[in-house]
């Protein structure tokens, strides 16, 4: 039987996966910034969703998931490499704290290049702060435990859907964040707009620091790897057997003339909060995907896509800034010519700026990765 992983090897499929989320990410964005004149609904309408239009949003589907559970995950091998839980608390509460104040200001103004914002936009690096503040506190739970709350979470928050309280009140304000994508105002020129409900996103981020043993230096690579594929595959079984009883906790799913279109209508789950079928699907090919980055050791474009997810937070606000730079360019340069934006005529044109783009941002992103992985002495450089 083969030695351990080494741990580098371990955290390189960790980067790749979390840098091939990413590139879907950008990809997504990339829509968002330049095809928005065609918006898509959530879950999507497929009568007049394209295949190409739904295969791209779906691939995006994998970003919030995937980044979520190895958040988790990493703060587990962060607790392993220092002093435990206290250190792992202390972290997650500090860089929690962090990413909340980021996406107030940073993150917030490079979607709306607005000061002062009339809205703030609640969204991804929001639930993974929020998370991260809850799992500061989940991480003394024995591990038992927090994998029943995790379990808890992420398979029964569906069972709340129908609960709604007062518009305004106070008590629907903390509903939103938790549960309910919506709007709180907080004054008369300023809304916060919730688009990333927490509750099912807590539980993403304990599973995944609940998985971390399995990552250990004193666990054999054959045995983690299929952990791996039983969990993966476990989800996946789970996803088409739910889905395939038209039942809990999602929009359900309809035979179309098109054998396409039905296919397209089975696999259109709700993310705004995600559903237990959105995670089921996304977590369970997050974790084969891991499992075969782990296996493919260290080529060439494993090595490319851990440099992307190695330097994750850089990236994220780099290609914000870029994207909201390349629309406001477009817009002086073309004008408005899809009614009140911006915008390429199809799919196939966001593919291509999605494939160029990391070409670009490449470079920067190495720089930063290596800066992180040269200066430790520089504290402030690991909450990026």
């Known amino acids: 039987m083969p030695d351990a992983v080494p741990l580098r090897q371990r955290l390189l499929s960790i980067d790749a996966l979390r840098g091939l989320v990413i590139l879907f990410m950008l990809l997504d964005h990339v829509r968002e910034t330049f095809l928005l004149h065609r918006q898509v609904s959530d879950p999507m309408n497929i009568d007049s969703t394209e295949p190409a239009l739904f295969i791209s949003r779906t691939l995006a589907h994998l970003c919030a998931p995937v980044f979520v559970l190895l958040t988790g995950l990493s ?3 962060y607790g392993q490499k220092y002093q435990g839980r206290r250190d792992v608390s202390a972290f ?27 809205v703030i936009y609640l969204q991804v690096i929001w639930a993974i702060g929020v998370s991260m ?9 024995p591990r038992p435990l927090l994998f029943a709350v995790a379990i808890a979470l992420i398979a029964g928050h569906n069972l709340l859907d129908g609960l709604h309280l007062a518009p305004g009140s106070m008590l629907q304000n903390g509903w939103a964040i938790l549960h309910e994508r919506s709007w709180i105002d907080v004054g008369d020129s300023l809304r916060l707009r919730i688009t990333y409900p927490v509750l099912p996103w ?25 952990y791996l594929a039983l969990a993966g595959v476990a989800a996946l079984v789970g996803f088409v057997l739910l889905r395939a009883l038209n039942g809990y906790g999602e929009k359900p799913w309809q035979a179309y003339d098109s054998d396409v279109q039905t296919l397209m209508s089975f696999f259109n789950v709700t993310k705004y909060p995600p559903s237990l079928l959105f995670l089921a699907l996304t977590l369970g090919m997050g974790l084969l995907l891991l499992l075969a980055f782990e296996r ?8 490319m896509l851990a440099t992307f997810g190695a330097a994750p937070m850089f990236f994220y606000l780099l290609h914000l800034y870029v994207l909201k730079v390349l629309y406001v360019a477009c817009v002086a340069l073309f004008g408005l010519n899809q009614g009140s934006y911006f915008g390429v005529d199809g799919i196939g044109a966001v593919w291509l700026i999605a494939l160029l783009l990391p070409i670009a941002l490449y470079p920067p992103v190495r720089w930063f990765a290596g800066l992180k992985a040269r200066r430790r002495d520089l504290a402030w450089l690991k909450y990026l």
């Open 75 to 77: 703060a587990w091998l």
């Open 92 to 118: 997650l509460f500090k860089r929690g704290l962090f990413l909340v104040v980021l996406e107030f200001t940073l993150v917030n103004f490079a979607w709306t290049f607005q000061l002062p914002p009339s």
């Open 202 to 226: 807590i539980g993403v981020i304990a599973l995944g620091y609940g998985l971390g043993p399995w990552f250990a230096n004193d666990v054999r690579p054959a045995l983690r790897q299929r």
């Open 296 to 303: 493919a050791g260290h080529k060439r474009w494993i090595g």
């Open 133 to 141: 503040l809850a799992l500061a506190a989940l991480v003394w739970l």
